[in-house]
């Protein structure tokens, strides 16, 4: 395992700066993942991310990397699929059940 240098209540490695989070790199094999410890997590936090796995059939560790997975790994989509994708949906709709004064309508009920 690749020796961490603590600095200022972080872990260091080079460059890089990891806070309040634990984190072993083995130098033999660089593809190999690498392992966090998260700590003051709150506690709704905590309790939405419990209940996600359980939802999901997973583990936490696992809902916690689909998580991170979902927010810093996007997949991309063509902007011509999305656009397909909404037609699609649209034309899935009942006729005069959406129209444009009833969505702006929609979307200033409740504001002030």
Do not use: W
């Not at 966090?36 to 209940?51: S, W």
């Not at 709709?93 to 929609?106: M, S």
């Amino acid at each position: 395992m690749l020796i961490q240098r603590v600095v200022d209540g972080a872990i260091a490695f080079g460059m890089a700066i990891h806070q309040n989070a634990t984190v072993l790199v083995s130098p033999e094999n660089l593809e190999m993942p690498t392992s966090l410890t998260l700590k003051n997590i709150p506690d709704t936090l905590y309790e939405r991310l419990k209940a996600a796995a359980e939802l999901h059939r997973r583990s936490l560790n696992s809902e916690a990397i689909v998580c991170l997975e979902t927010v810093l790994l996007p997949s991309r989509v063509a902007a011509g699929d999305r656009l397909a994708r909404a037609r699609a949906l649209r034309v899935g709709l009942p006729e005069g059940l959406f129209t444009a004064t009833g969505i702006d309508a929609a979307k200033r009920a409740g504001r002030p």
